[in-house]
């Protein structure tokens, strides 16, 4: 049985998940954000070996590609590059709003938010076969107000996020299933990352503290 290895170090919490087509899993999370880089590779170990599995039993490596923290996201890249590579392996990018957006049942077109930092969201609109009317963007929220009003659009927000103090969102959380359907499925339609050329899907400038100096 061939497995695949699903990394998220995007957020507060990491996770780390090996899986089957079954769906037969093993899982690992940290919930410090600033410790990701140090728990990883310890934790992808120990997911291995909970299922018996080496390296050659791998067919795909998944990894949450953003949005989410900068660092965050360029420490599982760089994990997931580096697994790809050495073992031959296709990588497979995920996009948090989509991956959220696929455990929304709804007749009707959709957002999804996150908050990247101040009023300011991370957004995409769906409609109801999921498919994007507008494309993952960094969204202010007066502008959120008048999308979500124009399109009479139902928001979506994930459990770890505030919400928008103007608007009222219905919270969606992920699980292990929803990240092993939706993986398996990108895994099937050979969703394939070029792996030389990925980079995390981060979509807002990094903030740089300038030191004064006397």
Known sequence: MSFNLYIDTSGPQSTILLFDENKHFAIRQ???????????????????????????????????????????????????????????LPLVLINKLDLLASIVNSINSFGVVIEAREKEYFFALFDAQKKHIIEPSIINEDDLVVICEDKKAVLYSSEDKKEAQKIEFDTISLNEKSIMDFCLNEIKGRNFADLFISEPFYMKNVFINKINKL
């Not at 590779?41 to 795909?60: F, P």
């Not at 965050?72 to 590059?81: H, P, V």
Request: net charge negative; proline share 2%.
């Open 30 to 88: 940290n919930n410090i954000q600033n410790d990701h880089s140090k728990f990883i590779h310890s934790h992808i170990d120990e997911v291995m070996n909970e299922l018996n599995i080496s390296w050659k039993d791998l067919q795909t490596v998944c990894i949450l590609n953003g949005p989410g923290s900068y660092t965050g996201l360029r420490i599982s890249l760089a994990t997931a590059k580096g697994i790809a590579y050495v073992h031959s």
